[in-house]
């Protein structure tokens, strides 16, 4: 006996995809455009990096493609050409001054920081779901996403910041610096890749770093100075003052990896006490 073929519904809605399947491009087509990305070919290089101290990183898998042909074909018609494509149009303004740095994160009204915050949301979702990175976002977060156009998933942190001028990149991570004594960082270290993520992209000056966590009694620690919450407006984080003398020394392919590093895990026990 054959086994009846699993139904294909879409990421965001759940509805079946017979006959209203559509081709989601990961990168919006205007951005595509706008820096000659198209016909750019790139390699997606999954790693493993085992937790002990000072061990190599594990190439998983390698996959190279171009630009036009990222895509997600696990989205409906209506989501493609409902609630994403009027995110698109939008935000794409403010996109592409801040690609050019002729507008900063801190510079935005509370309403431009929701259209970005999701439209970063959306494109990291997408990209998770299409890419070979074997991680995923839970599918009820995406789900999420689409019915509340007011905010985003539960316990989902948006961060944006400035870089020297690099075409395009993103990265997706499951590892953190935990910031806490032995006895309470080693309670946690098994939940990162089921109970976290973060993903970056890049593109011009502009870097949108989509991090979540569910972890209770620990808060996202960022980068004073650099990082730029954008989403939520309010809310707890620890913020820590590291040196960043090291970013002069990097190409600046480097820099979204650095600023991902550079958002943390603490543990309130760990904050300083204030004078």
């Given at each position: 006996?054959?086994?009846?073929?699993?139904?294909?519904?879409?990421?965001?809605?759940?509805?079946?995809?017979?006959?209203?399947?559509?081709?989601?491009?990961?990168?919006?087509?205007?951005?595509?455009?706008?820096?000659?990305?198209?016909?750019?070919?790139?390699?997606?290089?999954?790693?493993?990096?085992?937790?002990?101290?000072?061990?190599?990183?594990?190439?998983?898998?390698?996959?190279?493609?171009?630009?036009?042909?990222?895509?997600?074909?696990?989205?409906?018609?209506?989501?493609?050409?409902?609630?994403?494509?009027?995110?698109?149009?939008?935000?794409?303004?403010?996109?592409?001054?801040?690609?050019?740095?002729?507008?900063?994160?801190?510079?935005?009204?509370?309403?431009?920081?929701?259209?970005?915050?999701?439209?970063?949301?959306?494109?990291?979702?997408?990209?998770?779901?299409?890419?070979?990175?074997?991680?995923?976002?839970?599918?009820?977060?995406?789900?999420?996403?689409?019915?509340?156009?007011?905010?985003?998933?539960?316990?989902?942190?948006?961060?944006?910041?400035?870089?020297?001028?690099?075409?395009?990149?993103?990265?997706?991570?499951?590892?953190?610096?935990?910031?806490?004594?032995?006895?309470?960082?080693?309670?946690?270290?098994?939940?990162?890749?089921?109970?976290?993520?973060?993903?970056?992209?890049?593109?011009?000056?502009?870097?949108?770093?989509?991090?979540?966590h569910s972890i209770p009694g620990w808060w996202k620690m960022l980068w004073s100075g650099h990082h730029t919450v954008l989403w939520p407006l309010?809310?707890?984080?620890?913020?820590?003052?590291?040196?960043?003398?090291?970013?002069?020394?990097?190409?600046?392919?480097?820099?979204?990896?650095?600023?991902?590093?550079?958002?943390?895990?603490?543990?309130?026990?760990?904050?300083?006490?204030?004078?």
């Amino acid at each position: 006996m054959s086994k009846p073929k699993k139904q294909r519904v879409c990421l965001y809605c759940g509805e079946d995809l017979k006959g209203v399947r559509s081709q989601e491009h990961v990168f919006p087509q205007w951005l595509l455009d706008e820096l000659e990305l198209r016909s750019k070919q790139v390699s997606a290089v999954h790693l493993y990096q085992p937790e002990e101290q000072d061990a190599d990183a594990q190439v998983l898998s390698v996959r190279s493609l171009i630009y036009e042909k990222i895509r997600e074909g696990r989205i409906c018609a209506r989501c493609n050409n409902g609630w994403m494509s009027g995110l698109e149009q939008g935000c794409q303004g403010i996109l592409r001054d801040m690609i050019y740095g002729r507008r900063l994160p801190e510079q935005l009204s509370e309403a431009e920081c929701l259209f970005v915050a999701r439209w970063a949301t959306k494109t990291a979702y997408v990209l998770n779901s299409s890419a070979n990175y074997t991680i995923k976002v839970p599918v009820e977060q995406l789900r999420e996403l689409r019915e509340c156009s007011t905010g985003l998933p539960w316990g989902v942190v948006v961060v944006g910041t400035t870089s020297p001028f690099f075409e395009s990149g993103w990265f997706q991570s499951t590892r953190w610096q935990l910031c806490a004594p032995d006895n309470l960082t080693s309670r946690i270290a098994g939940l990162m890749d089921t109970r976290t993520y973060k993903i970056g992209v890049q593109f011009g000056h502009m870097i949108l770093i989509v991090v979540w966590h569910s972890i209770p009694g620990w808060w996202k620690m960022l980068w004073s100075g650099h990082h730029t919450v954008l989403w939520p407006l309010r809310g707890k984080c620890g913020w820590h003052y590291d040196d960043d003398s090291n970013r002069g020394k990097l190409t600046p392919n480097m820099d979204l990896p650095l600023q991902m590093h550079e958002i943390k895990l603490v543990h309130p026990r760990y904050l300083a006490k204030p004078e």
